[in-house]
């Protein structure tokens, strides 16, 4: 049974850390890239980050909002990817989606459309 499962969501002050992670299970994790996506209330889904497989080397890439701030990073023994999100913004707030992309080459997509797998994402809320 596949399984994507995020968690570290919470309430923070601007300014501030926090770090999802996002734990898989029930499919060959090691061929997937892994993408993180965020949706704030009323606007469409965006992407933020991912993560390429260990197959074709390592590489990420991130969204320009984003750029700077947050670092992503995966465990290909414990089947877990990390979103490390610092200096978060107010308009940072949004539900986060852990998500997984079979990939048969090197890189990974922003496109949500290309994702096979999804988690029920976890709810990141900045202050001001």
């Known amino acids: 049974q596949v399984q994507v499962v995020e968690s570290g969501g919470g309430l923070v002050q601007a300014g501030g850390s926090l770090r999802l992670t996002c734990t898989a299970s029930g499919f060959a994790y090691g061929a997937y890239a892994m993408g993180w996506f965020r949706q704030a209330p009323g606007k469409e889904r965006e992407w933020v980050s991912c993560i390429s497989t260990l197959m074709f080397g390592i590489t990420s890439y991130y969204g320009d909002s984003v750029r700077g701030r947050f670092t992503i990073s995966r465990d290909n023994a414990k089947y877990t990817v990390y979103l490390q999100m610092d200096s978060l913004k107010p308009e940072d707030t949004a539900k986060y989606y852990c998500?997984?992309?079979?990939?048969?080459?090197?890189?990974?997509?922003?496109?949500?459309?290309?994702?096979?797998?999804w988690g029920q994402g976890t709810q990141v809320t900045v202050s001001s």
């Open positions: 998500a997984a992309e079979r990939r048969l080459s090197s890189g990974c997509s922003s496109g949500s459309n290309r994702y096979n797998y």
